[in-house]
């Protein structure tokens, strides 16, 4: 129940394309729902994130789109760029709890 | 937001020898985390640091392998010790200058390779 499950493992859109990654989880405790994007040999980096009392977040080109009923929630990268390749990681945590639950992560690679 | 440096950004140690990481935060941060991950996968918790108590531990990872300091609110050191070529891996620190959990940001990592 404290699994954030991402789909694809791996992803390669076209430039100028839109790129989805997809999470679901099964805890409905989570209350918030974090995105963290990652360039080989560096640290994660907190990207966007979306509360459950809200079934969209934008900001630039990067939308969380939350699906609270199916507990699902996605990341949309519009007009992908060839600097968006990286590996992208969804997490999920229950207020107050003390850890970050990680999706297994999708490694984005834009064809220029 | 943060900003978090590690060091030694990367090293290649021999087998059976302890290795001790530091990670700097440029502000008071309550809680520090300590991430191991391994190449293309995702990051596991190794344990979370308050100021000025015991280090909570996840499942698989015992302070004796993992010892863990934080000496004060900006500041926090992972060891590895008695190290074998499984422990080779990236190891990351990060922090929540919110007080919490959910809004991490993480250092650069430390890339290690035992022999």
Known sequence: ?112 | SAVISQKPSRDICQRGTSLTIQCQVDSQVTMMFWYRQQPGQSLTLIATANQGSEATYESGFVIDKFPISRPNLTFSTLTVSNMSPEDSSIYLCSADVSGGAKEQYFGPGTRLTVT
């Not at chain 1, 409905?28 to 979306?50: H, R, S």
């Not at chain 1, 996605?74 to 992208?88: E, N, R």
């Open chain 1, 1 to 112: 129940q404290q699994q954030v499950k991402q789909s694809p493992q791996s992803l390669i859109v076209q430039k100028g394309g839109i790129s989805i990654i997809n999470c679901a989880y099964e805890n409905t405790a989570f209350d918030y729902f974090p995105w963290y994007q990652q360039f080989p040999g560096k640290g994660p980096a907190l990207l966007i994130a979306i509360r459950p009392d809200v079934s969209e977040k934008k900001e630039g080109r990067f939308t969380i789109s939350f699906n609270k009923s199916a507990k699902q929630f996605s990341l949309h990268i519009m007009d992908s760029q060839p600097g968006d390749s990286a590996t992208y990681f969804c997490a999920a945590i229950i207020q107050g709890a003390q850890k970050l639950v990680f999706g297994q992560g999708t490694r984005l690679t834009i064809n220029p």
